[in-house]
């Protein structure tokens, strides 16, 4: 195969013009300046396919990447039509020579397979290692901070050095891990979506075979050392003129720009390589046109849709990453650390059966708790309630001790639920006109969201109850980094609980999520510090959320200690300790000590939402509905084709708004300064 393609070049920093040939015996991707130079020979470059990564730019219908030796290559093609004959034609020659150089290495071993083993168990102590340097790290700069020590600045600095050279290596080990120890052929498969990948394999010299193991090796040594010297790289490149021969197979893969001075062989450092090859070669369904209106009527369909939802006890199977070992490795080798993870597409398998709006809502899971706090009869007894709900409100929205992604909300995406709460009486004459939810009474405790934005991420969310005079905004803007072999998502924004009986607010901070062991059995816990603050009080609250240290065995626990205002006690009016989602136990100032929440043994109220068929198009559920429905049956392949669909509309309809230059309007909230607040809240209501 061959054909025009555009490459991106560090030199120029722009796109130039190639000539590609695809030579599916030697597994070569070779490029020219032009056609003509292609028949004379002069190849300008050429790209290995054996143990390559293939991967796609979702918000990008022509743009392609390919990751091998340690670099990524940048190509682009003139529609989405031609790249997509171009991956699958690479992938197919990636899959096959995989199989040659498995087959080659496990010949040399008396026909046994690599283990890796051993491999895992040293990245896994290397990883701990990471993360204890990290805190050490953490605990030198407070310490300089706080003693103003300029001294020890450039130790800081080596130390910040130590750190990223230690998550660089790790990344690379990473990446040799799935250069030189191939998984079994069903994880093959899965990245790769073929299935015939093997076929003429058998017909392949011992000479090619050897050669293989010699490309191993270099990848091998290439990643041994944490920092590559360009100097290194050109030599291994540069060891025989020969090598941009178009007869001769290179060792490593090579480009013009190798022998300039730029060793930059990615794009952009900030812009992340999308979705696996399973995502490229996944055909995308049929758009259903959408209709004027917000409630629509549903395509006829035996599904239930609600039950997909229904709270059976049932919980969500675990997920073994080692099953999924390539897809894993092959989104970890496109990405750097301390990257924002949020325009990388994951797998649909690691998905939680709901959206983040929806999760967001189980922060009143509890909402007697919540309410109550109006009823305190003083500043403090409303502070520590406050504290009391925020500290239940983390444990509900963890179904399942493994660590699952909910579903990246659209922008215009809206999630509507509430709670009926008998125990509370509506007030004996209308007090305020009817809430934001139309069938719901003045008793109950409402629940709203909204994305409001794509790029970044944020979703604000509202909650009011009308007979205690309780409301709640919040908005949260999540940002994802890669740490190595544990994945950060640090939930930026803040909340505020307004009672206007009092007319106080308490404005309150989010922890962070870690989701570790991502390439085993990933778990999440909570972490830092958040705060909760009364500025029409002076009663505050700081609450540490702690890390599973790694030469210790205890798990999720918090310490909060609520405080008076300055002028009275610089003393703790009470300390709370325990586990968010077990027992906390307070003790106050005065000596008493009770149980201040026990969440094993505290039930969860279930959300009321109306029925998928009676939603309006671009809430949650119905938006989602084929998604869940896949990953509910295990029919992944009908939970991707749904996901891409949804993400296929929005990009679409993004491009018509920028080509007709009207600006998103959003439907319940509206910007001021960097908040999010509700269009029509409580307080303008009574």
């Not at 006890?313 to 301390?338: F, N």
């Amino acid at each position: 195969m061959e054909g025009a393609l555009s490459k991106w070049t560090n030199v120029m920093k722009g796109w130039q013009y190639r000539w590609f040939v695809l030579d599916d015996s030697a597994g070569l991707f070779s490029y020219y300046t032009s056609r003509e130079k292609m028949r004379r020979g002069v190849r300008r470059g050429c790209v290995r396919l054996r143990g390559a990564l293939v991967g796609i730019d979702d918000e990008d219908d022509s743009t392609f990447t390919i990751t091998v030796d340690n670099k990524t290559f940048h190509f682009q093609a003139k529609d989405s039509e031609e790249r997509e004959r171009w991956i699958r034609a690479l992938e197919d020659t990636v899959v096959r020579h995989n199989m040659i150089a498995r087959r080659a290495v496990g010949g040399r071993q008396g026909g046994g397979s690599v283990k890796i083993e051993d491999f895992e168990r040293k990245l896994a102590e290397t990883d701990c290692y990471l993360q204890l340097l990290i805190s050490q790290n953490s605990e030198l700069e407070q310490q300089v901070d706080k003693e103003g020590g300029a001294v020890y600045q450039p130790l800081v600095e080596r130390v910040n050095d130590m750190v990223e050279t230690v998550k660089h290596a790790i990344v690379l080990l990473q990446i040799a891990k799935n250069a030189s120890c191939p998984g079994e052929e069903e994880q093959l498969a899965l990245v790769h979506g073929a299935t015939g990948g093997s076929e003429g394999a058998e017909g392949e010299s011992v000479e090619e075979a050897r050669e293989s193991r010699a490309e191993t090796d270099s990848i091998r040594s290439s990643l041994s050392s944490p920092r590559r010297s360009p100097a290194h790289i050109r030599s291994a490149v540069a060891k025989s003129t020969s090598l941009k021969n178009p007869s001769t197979i290179p060792a490593v893969s090579y480009s013009s720009s190798d022998d300039d001075e730029d060793d930059f062989y990615d794009a952009q450092d900030d812009v992340a390589s999308k979705a696996g090859s399973e995502c490229g070669s996944a055909a995308l369904p049929p758009l259903v046109t959408p209709t004027p209106s917000l409630v629509s009527p549903l395509t006829p369909s035996e599904v239930d849709w609600d039950a997909l939802y229904e709270e059976d006890g049932e919980e969500e199977g675990d997920v073994d990453m080692k099953s999924h070992g390539s897809v894993i490795t092959h989104l970890l080798s496109q990405v750097r650390i301390g990257m924002d993870l949020t325009k990388i597409v994951l797998p649909t398998f690691i998905l939680e059966r709901r959206s983040l709006l929806e999760m967001y809502a189980d922060f009143f899971a509890h909402p007697d708790i919540f309410t109550d706090i109006a009823v305190k009869e003083s500043q403090e007894e409303r502070m520590v309630q406050v504290l009391r709900w925020y500290l239940s409100s983390f444990s509900a929205s963890r179904k399942s001790t493994i660590a699952k992604k909910p579903y990246n909300p659209i922008i215009g995406e809206i999630f509507r639920c509430w709670w009926s709460l008998p125990s509370i009486q509506p007030p004996t004459s209308p007090s305020c006109t009817p809430g934001p939810i139309p069938w719901c009474g003045p008793s109950d405790l409402m629940f709203l969201a909204e994305q409001v934005s794509h790029h970044p991420p944020v979703s604000a969310f509202y909650v009011e109850c009308g007979a205690r005079q309780i409301s709640f905004t919040g908005h949260i803007y999540t940002k994802s980094a890669f740490l190595g072999m544990s994945v950060a998502v640090h939930n930026i924004g803040e909340g505020r609980v307004s009672l206007l009986s009092t007319g106080e607010d308490y404005v309150v901070t989010f922890p962070s999520a870690y989701g570790r062991s991502i390439l085993t059995t990933p778990w999440v816990e909570l972490g830092g510090k958040c705060d909760i603050s009364c500025p029409q009080t002076g009663y505050r609250a700081e609450v540490e959320f702690k890390c599973k240290q790694f030469w210790g065995t205890e798990q999720n626990k918090v310490v909060a200690e609520v405080f008076p205002p300055v002028g009275i006690s610089k003393k703790s009016l009470l300390k709370v300790e325990g586990e968010w989602n077990g027992k906390m136990v307070a003790k106050y100032s005065s000596g008493k000590t009770e149980t201040f929440l026990d969440m094993s043994t505290m039930p969860v109220v279930p959300k009321v939402v109306k029925s998928v068929v009676e939603q309006e198009k671009h809430e949650s559920r119905r938006l989602w509905r084929e998604v869940t429905q896949g990953l509910k049956s295990n029919n992944i392949e009908q939970a991707t084709n749904g996901k891409l669909a949804l993400e296929q509309k929005q990009r679409e309809e993004a491009k018509d708004r920028k080509e007709k230059g009207v600006k998103w309007d959003n439907r319940m909230f509206l910007p001021i300064g960097e908040n999010w607040h509700f269009k029509d809240p409580l307080g303008n209501r009574i």
